[in-house]
Each structure stands twice: as C-alpha cells, then as structure tokens.
C-alpha cells in the first residue's frame, strides 16, 4: 500500500495565529474521500475555526465511530488526541474520557447512520446528561461506506439512485436534540463555509452539550437507474474478473444567500434541497419556539439553518454531579478510594 503524505515544510509567510500555529498545523492526513465530498467541507470548517480560536492541538479529544464522517477526524488536528471507536458508541466512550478530564476540548464527529440508527440511545443520553462537548453530525442521509442505502435521517418519499422509495419516516436529530436538553443546537450545510465556521467556534466556547447537525451531501451515489452508463448496470452487463470500484471526480456543492432568505442548492443526482437561513432578530433562546419553527418550515419543503438554540447559562455534566474541578486521571489512589470508613458514611446517606 503506498501512502501519500503531505510536506512536512511551510510555506515561511503563512501567518501563525496568537499560540504560534499556521492553518497548516490544524490540519491531518490527506483525505481518501470522494472528491467534492462536504464531509472534506466539514473538516475545512473545523480547521478554520480552531486556527482563529487559537486553540492549542493538544488541548482537543477528537472522538468518532464508524462510517465516512467517522474517518475525517484523521484529516483535521492531526497533533490532536483521537479515538475511533465502534459503531454507535462514541458518546459513551467521550462522556468517559470527559469525566476523567474535564480540561480537554472534546469534539465528536459522527455520521446519521453511527448517530441515528445504532447509536440513536447513547445520542440520547449524552445529549440529556449535559456533557460539555462538540457533537457534529456529518448528515448525506445514505450509508456511503456500504453502497448508499437508506439511513435513519432519509426524508419519507426520498429515492435512492436506484429508484427504490424510502417509505420510512426520517429521524430529526436536531429535533431530538432540542427535546433531550441539549443547550446549544444548530444545524449548517457543508457548502456554507461562511456560515458554518461561526456556528462550529461557538459550539467550542459553549459550556454544555452543543449538537451541530450538518447537511452534507454524497457525491457518489447519485448516478441514475436505467442508465446504460452506470456503475450497476456496466457490472450486470460485464463479465467480470475482478471486483472494482470508481468514483467520479465532482465539484464541491456550495452555497451563498442572505440571512432569512431561501436557497435551492441541486444535488449531483438532480435532487434540490430547499435551505432556509435564520431571519435576523430570530430569537434562539427560546426551545419549544426552535421546535415549532423548524417544523413549520419543514411542512413547508425547506430545512433551516443556523443557530436555533443556546442556552446562555448551560450546566455541564461536571455541575450537575458536583465533580471536583482536578482532572480524576491526576488524583492518586488515596483520593479515588478514601477508604471503608468513606464508603460506610456514603452507603449511610443512601439508606
């Protein structure tokens, strides 16, 4: 297998941020995705905020399960600590690594297969329990590392690309989000780097559980049933002597409007997505208000964006259970075990 590395040497007029870092020192390995793909889009967004927020590599846990999303924190903070761990586990494996310090910026990258269908549960109850962390969904509604199927956040009456209708209703995360407690909920799209960024930075300075959920499209799988020039039907028509794979080369989706404005963003396949952006004065301190607009707007075609809750005065896990402000992985066994006669009086309160 060959690997290709990026060059190790900068270019000497990049600029360095207020800690001594380029925008080259946020970033990681090259990326092995499809080309345009806005999981890349997502992962720029990050590196981008993380420079401008002077934050220090190591200061960050990056955190994933398992999926396409679940690979990009291998292309972002590349001096970070990293985890990747199985399918639909992330959540609890962060809420540990946070309870045992609290000092690291954590941020969870996950996907609406790893988050929506075998993780929904632990998506749940990290969001209820307040941990503070960034917990971005990487959302193109398909598996992509398993031929595009269907995931949990498909729209009902979407189609595949090879015509088959989804007729299942499709998981709201930021829906969700918003009803298990989360206190910082948004939800952005992969080809709004301008809007994105913003949204990413004010997750991090946040104090609770912040959720962004970010549209991002799949590039892949979106070529036609019934054409002659397919991927399935070259393979139905070939006699085959061994298995392979292509992906087309395709431009990255963008998108630019205005605050309050309507956009209609064409997919590769020919699909469009109707983006709402937030209206100036749009009041985000109000969750049942996020709720009610946002479904509002959804009956009417279009999916919102923006930051639609905050909570100003958000407790974390670490509040709510009155956890000592050290690290737990820096006290000594004398302090993690006080004893039979500690035990004795805690066994007393619960009787």
């Known amino acids: 297998m060959t690997w290709i590395a990026k060059p190790s040497l900068h270019h000497p007029t990049l600029g360095v941020n207020k800690v001594g870092y380029t925008r080259r020192d946020y970033e990681g390995r090259i990326s092995t995705l499809c080309a345009g793909c806005g999981h890349d889009s997502i992962s720029a967004a990050i590196v981008q905020a993380c420079w401008e927020m002077d934050v220090e590599p190591h200061r960050v846990a990056k955190l994933s399960g398992i999926g396409c999303s679940s690979k990009t924190p291998d292309y972002f903070l590349g001096a970070s600590h990293g985890f990747n761990t199985v399918h639909g586990r992330m959540p609890s494996v962060l809420t540990g690594a946070n309870l045992a310090n609290r000092e690291l910026l954590y941020l969870g990258v996950s996907g609406d297969g790893d988050s929506a269908s075998i993780g929904l549960g632990q998506f749940a109850n990290i969001m209820r329990r307040g941990v ?105 028509h070939a006699e085959a002597v061994s298995r392979l794979d292509f992906v087309p080369k395709h431009s990255e989706i963008t998108a630019q ?93 619960l009787r």
Do not use: W
């Open 132 to 236: 503070r962390m960034v917990y971005i969904v990487e959302n193109n509604g398909v598996y992509g590392l398993t031929k595009g199927q269907f995931s949990a956040t498909s729209d009902r009456g979407s189609k595949s690309k090879k015509g088959q209708i989804n007729n299942d209703n499709a998981v709201d995360l930021v829906g969700l989000a918003l009803q298990m407690g989360a206190t910082y909920v948004a939800r952005g799209f992969s080809g709004d780097k301008e809007q994105l960024v913003p949204l990413i930075k004010g997750a991090m300075s946040h104090g609770g559980a912040a959720f962004i959920d970010v549209i991002s499209p799949c590039v892949t799988f979106n070529n036609h049933a019934g054409s002659t020039k397919s991927y399935d039907y070259v393979r139905d």
């Open 257 to 349: 409007y205005a605050p309050g404005e309507v956009t209609e963003v064409e997919q590769h396949d020919g699909s469009t997505l109707r983006l709402r952006k937030l209206h100036e004065g749009y009041d985000a301190s109000r969750r049942f208000d996020a709720l009610r607009y946002m479904q509002e707007r959804y009956e009417a075609g279009e999916i919102v964006t923006g930051l639609l809750y905050v909570d100003g005065q958000a407790l974390d896990v670490h509040a709510a259970h009155n956890t000592t402000h050290r690290p737990l992985n820096t006290l000594g066994v004398s302090e993690l075990c006080p004893g039979r006669s500690a035990l004795d009086a805690l066994n007393a309160k």
